[in-house]
Nanobody, 128 residues
């Protein structure tokens, strides 16, 4: 059974940094695409970053995090990371990692439906 278990998160001041991790187990044939999403109170879940895990994977970011966040996949650890820098109060949300069993087209990278597995979510609060 595939599981994604998240760790990290917490409270940070604006301008600070946090790194979240997402450990995958029971993956079987793998997840070609993995990503990070976030959901703020009262808002829909939105895509933050996605990564192709196979062979020098490409990374893709939502415009609102470009240049501040960095996603990576460490195959040996079967762990997905997101390094978040220069955090803003608007980044406050619960962050979720996700994995897809299938190859995704660019128009679906930041949509939730194609992802088969989800982490439990971890809250990030950025104070001003």
């Amino acid at each position: 059974q595939t599981q994604l278990v998240q760790s990290g998160g917490g409270l940070v001041q604006a301008g600070g940094s946090l790194t979240l991790s997402c450990a995958a187990s029971g993956v079987g044939y793998g997840m070609p695409y993995m990503g990070w999403f976030r959901q703020a109170p009262g808002k829909e879940r939105e895509g933050v970053a996605t990564l192709y895990t196979l062979g020098g994977g490409g990374q893709h970011y939502a415009d609102f995090v470009k240049g501040r966040f960095r996603v990576s996949w460490v195959k040996a650890q079967a762990t997905l990371y997101i390094e978040m820098n220069n955090l803003e109060p608007e980044d406050t949300a619960t962050y979720f990692c996700a994995g897809s069993k299938n190859f995704l087209s660019p128009d679906t990278w930041f949509t939730t439906a194609p992802y088969d597995y989800w982490g439990q979510g971890t809250p990030v609060t950025v104070s001003s």
